[in-house]
């Protein structure tokens, strides 16, 4: 289920793009097509010049001898992924980008960050970018055949709202890259957010955008919770079955004021009713 309507919040394209799989005889305008797909996703939707391009491993690729995972390990290997998201960016910075470039998703956990800093620390850049292509999440969700794609921005049965609220601090929707859109530049996005494991707003992407330096403003009073953090959750509408009608989505919004410590409690029983969410914001 998309978190809100798609359009609003600059993931309909995602949300109407099948995923870009490899299958037998291909032509080479399909060939094509994969190319520049890993091109997109591995490289954040970030402009790769012709002379940047990967000629040798494009025609290892378009003869068979490269499948879909292996020509992304070469891309996301390559000096161009190692100068862009890895030499000239902080530590934790790097790891963001990979989770999004390569698993197509937010770290999970401040734990998930550290194992890879770790194997950043201790192996090195190209063993961590192995650590990704290499992991059961990946041969379950893309296996050999199928480029890497956008998935974090989908409400996930077991998936905790924290997480997946920061996602859309990686991904500023379909137009924007990953070297640009974000006023904070190459800083950190999730580093205090995860070790916390502070929900934070989502919105609508604009042509720029700086995540707020602090986090929920406190609250006292009836709804506060124990910490006084206290959010808003707008509902655009539930997809009743027993409803007939020419939308999906009701014209009324429904809106909850959720203290702290409830938003993973909300957040399930919305999901299960068929809600659609379509902001979280500190009030």
Do not use: C
């Not at 520049?36 to 996703?41: C, E, F, G, P, S």
């Not at 989908?154 to 991904?171: D, E, R, S, W, Y």
């Not at 955008?209 to 959750?233: M, P």
């Amino acid at each position: 289920m998309p978190f809100g309507p798609a359009s609003r919040l600059g993931v309909s394209l995602f949300d109407e793009t099948s995923p870009v799989t490899w299958h037998p005889n291909l032509s080479p305008e399909e060939k094509e097509t994969i190319i520049k797909a890993v091109y997109r996703q591995v490289f954040g939707n970030a402009y790769v010049m012709e002379s940047e391009q990967l000629t040798v491993e494009e025609s290892q690729f378009k003869l068979g001898q490269l499948s879909i995972r292996e020509f992304v390990r070469q891309a996301a290997k390559s000096d161009l992924y190692r100068s862009r998201f890895s030499e000239n960016v902080p530590h934790y910075r790097a790891i963001e980008l990979n989770f999004r470039h390569l698993l197509g998703r937010a770290p999970d956990s401040f734990e998930e960050m550290k194992a890879h800093s770790a194997i950043l620390d201790t192996k090195g850049f190209e063993a961590d970018i192995d650590s990704y292509l290499d992991s059961d999440e990946y041969q379950n969700t893309f296996g050999e055949d199928i480029v890497p794609y956008i998935r974090g921005y989908k409400t996930q049965t077991g998936k905790n709202m924290v997480q997946f609220t920061h996602m859309f601090q990686l991904v500023r929707g379909a137009s924007t890259s990953s070297l640009k859109a974000d006023l904070a530049g190459k800083s950190p996005k999730l580093n205090s957010l995860v070790i916390q494991g502070i929900p934070t707003a989502v919105i609508p992407p604009g042509s720029t955008f700086r995540n707020s330096s602090t986090v929920a403003r406190s609250r006292f009073g009836v709804q506060a919770s124990e910490d006084g953090k206290v959010y808003r959750i707008e509902v655009t509408g539930y997809g009743a079955k027993t409803l007939n009608r020419v939308s999906k989505f009701r014209r009324s919004n429904q809106v909850y004021l959720v203290p702290f410590n409830q938003l993973s409690e909300t957040y399930q029983r919305i999901h299960k009713d068929g809600g659609v969410i379509a902001s979280i914001t500190p009030v």
